[in-house]
């Protein structure tokens, strides 16, 4: 099962501030747009982004795909559901000795993994 959506509009860091956050720590391979294939480990997701950790700054405006895997357990879903989305960096910055991205998210589909 494949489902799309797509936002529009222009929005707001502050409008994306507000989503409610859930502290996932869950490992991600983020596509830049580049073509450059970098791994990653989300600190937090909400709604409307996600903010990782990455060995490398990613520059500000440039265009991000990476997939979440969501764990059933956690969404109480008899499966494991994938999120393949698109997306775009609106802040990087080191801390830490890695990169902190923010990411918001433009595209997403969601796609069930069989078991």
């Known amino acids: 099962m494949t489902t799309a959506a797509t936002k529009t509009g222009p929005e707001s860091v502050e409008e994306l501030r507000s989503s409610v956050r859930f502290p996932l720590r869950l490992p ?3 596509t ?7 791994r990653a480990q989300t600190q937090n997701i909400s709604s409307g982004g996600v903010l990782f950790d990455v060995d490398q ?3 500000v405006g440039s265009k991000v795909e ?3 895997a969501m764990p059933g357990m956690i969404l109480g879903t008899p499966s494991d559901v994938i999120v393949k989305c698109i997306g775009r960096v609106v802040r990087s910055h080191n801390a ?8 918001v998210i433009d595209e997403y589909r969601f796609q069930r993994t069989s078991r």
Request: aromatic fraction near 4%.
């Open 28 to 30: 991600i391979e983020v």
């Open 66 to 68: 990476f997939s979440i």
């Open 57 to 59: 700054n990613l520059n």
């Open 96 to 103: 830490e000795g890695r990169a902190q991205v923010a990411a």
């Open 32 to 38: 830049t747009d580049t073509e450059e294939v970098v």
